[in-house]
């Protein structure tokens, strides 16, 4: 059995969706310290301008001191209309558009008190229509002991897992003889994003590390082969290709 520990996101990228493509177990780690300006609470989709981030608003005066379940948003700004508006004015052009706005339209009408529930309604409602097959469990949920490494360590062993799919941001904590030493194998997720066709590739050129959501409305059905690399589309010569970090 394979697991995947890993935060949970706001529209969360590619990279989020092929480590649970790749995990017979998906575990939310709910239960940790909430870090602010960070990928819990926001994401980013394609504009004309290149990269435009939508933010959940939280009520920040104590979130630095909760953990991620107990974040709650701060509902007196208006995001779910200024969000549902920006993907209807930037994605109304893209192939799926109509398919995959039915598919989150409801999060946008819904009444959430806690980031993690509008987090995990998105993530599930995109789960189901990639599919993927991963069992979703909370950290929560789980009897676990420990910091960092002797907390995922605990983890595994009450799941009875017996390889541990990390990203490769963990590199900087994690001790692999923790887990080997334990009969669990450390696997690294080095995930090479693939190119796709997204909209503005003249005036913008290629953006990739956006939001999963830029991908569906473009590729509908095919997301779920091109994001795994069974589905190769070739970049078109003279196409830019850039990091949303840069554009």
């Keep these: 059995m394979k697991i995947v520990i890993l935060q949970p996101g706001y529209l969360p990228w590619l990279g989020f969706f092929d480590l649970m493509r790749r995990s017979d177990i998906f575990l939310i780690f709910d239960d940790v310290q909430y870090t602010v300006r960070d990928w819990r609470s926001r994401n980013r989709i394609k504009t004309p301008h290149g990269a435009m981030w939508l933010t959940v608003p939280v009520k920040s005066a104590d979130a630095r001191k909760k953990l991620i379940r107990d974040v709650k948003i701060d509902n007196t700004k208006p995001w779910q209309k200024k969000h549902f508006k920006s993907l209807k004015s930037f994605y109304s052009r893209a192939k799926y558009f109509k398919e995959i706005m039915e598919l989150i339209n ?110 569906l409305f473009n590729h509908g059905p095919e997301s779920l082969a091109i994001l795994a690399g069974q589905k190769v589309i070739p970049a078109p010569d003279g196409v830019k290709i850039r990091h949303a970090d840069e554009a």
């Excluded at 995922?152 to 080997?180: D, M, P, Q, V, W």
């Excluded at 690294?188 to 909209?199: I, T």
Aim: aromatic share 16%; net charge negative; charged share 20%.
């Design 106 to 215: 409801g999060i946008y009408k819904r009444n959430y008190t806690f980031l993690i529930d509008v987090d995990m309604d998105i993530i599930l409602k995109i789960k189901e229509y990639l599919p993927l097959e991963s069992s979703i469990y909370f950290s929560s949920e789980i009897p676990s002991a420990g910091q960092k490494n002797e907390k995922l360590l605990s983890i595994c062993k009450f799941l009875n897992t017996t390889r541990y799919l990390s990203g490769n941001s963990a590199k900087n904590y994690l001790k692999e003889s923790f887990f080997t030493d334990e009969g669990i194998t450390v696997e690294w997720h080095n995930y090479q994003h693939p190119y796709y066709n997204q909209l503005w590739l003249k005036e913008q050129g290629f953006i990739s590390h956006l939001s999963i959501i830029d991908l």
